[in-house]
Antibody
Framework: QVELVQSGAEVKKPGASVKVSCKAS????????ISWVRQAPGQGLEWMAW????????KFGQKVQGRVTLTTDTSTSTFYMELTSLRSDDTAMYYC??????????????WGQGTLVTVSS | EIVLTQSPGTLSLSPGERATLSCWAS??????LAWYQHKPGQAPRLLIY???NRATGVPARFSGSGSGTDFTLTISSLEPEDFAVYYC?????????FGQGTKVEIK
């Protein structure tokens, strides 16, 4: 069965960086993309970034463009999202999702359990 | 960036009633619109994709329709487990975007 398991909660100071991992299993990784979506407290969902695993193509949201790095370790089926220059408004629950790459697959059909990132001095 | 506007912000209904949720896009997104259900403490759940395709395991009481810039999610008869926040999501243009959400609450 498809599963995405994320790393644990993080507390960071403003200006620091955070790296969240997402370990995938139960499907062929190169047939899909991975997206990252976050939800700040009391706010809605915000799409952050997307990576096509087979082609390495990446896309980013405007709020995080220039501060987010996506990497992949295919040997462990693990995906990473690193966010730098953290601000208080980066405090959120961060989700990885199995996403559509380039075809009719349902988008964001599986989600990780979420990783809470708190930015506080 | 395509802006998605959902209406209403909150929908107060009783179990058994019909729910109609709207999502308007700032420009045409053809049919590349999805709907997600989100409950507190859980990850969001895909309900509908490409306007009207139900995701695996989604009950038939959920249906999607629309085209161009106007889209609708309909829940034909609300069950107790349907009270949640619903988000629309466009996949026509980068960057991908979500609507601000509609909360369906028990009246």
């Amino acid at each position: 069965q498809v599963e995405l398991v994320q790393s644990g909660a993080e507390v960071k100071k403003p200006g620091a960086s955070v790296k969240v991992s997402c370990k995938a299993s139960g499907y062929t990784l190169t047939n899909y993309a991975i997206s990252w979506v976050r939800q700040a407290p009391g706010q809605g969902l915000e799409w952050m970034a997307w990576i096509d695993i087979s082609k390495g193509i990446m896309k980013f949201g405007q709020k995080v463009q220039g501060r987010v790095t996506l990497t992949t370790d295919t040997s462990t089926s693990t995906f990473y999202m690193e966010l730098t220059s953290l601000r208080s408004d980066d405090t959120a629950m961060y989700y990885c999702t199995r996403d559509r790459a380039n075809g009719p697959q349902p988008p964001n059909d599986y989600w990780g359990q979420g990783t809470l990132v708190t930015v506080s001095s | 960036e395509i802006v998605l506007t959902q209406s209403p912000g909150t929908l107060s209904l009783s179990p058994g009633e019909r729910a109609t949720l709207s999502c308007w896009a700032s420009q045409s997104i053809t049919g590349y619109l999805a709907w997600y259900q989100h409950k507190p403490g859980q990850a969001p759940r895909l309900l509908i994709y490409d306007t009207s395709n139900r995701a695996t395991g989604v009950p038939a009481r959920f249906s999607g329709s629309g085209s161009g810039t106007d889209f609708t999610l309909t829940i034909s008869s609300l069950e107790p487990e349907d009270f949640a926040v619903y988000y629309c999501h466009q996949r026509a243009n980068w960057p991908l975007t979500f609507g601000q959400g509609t909360k369906v609450e028990i009246k």
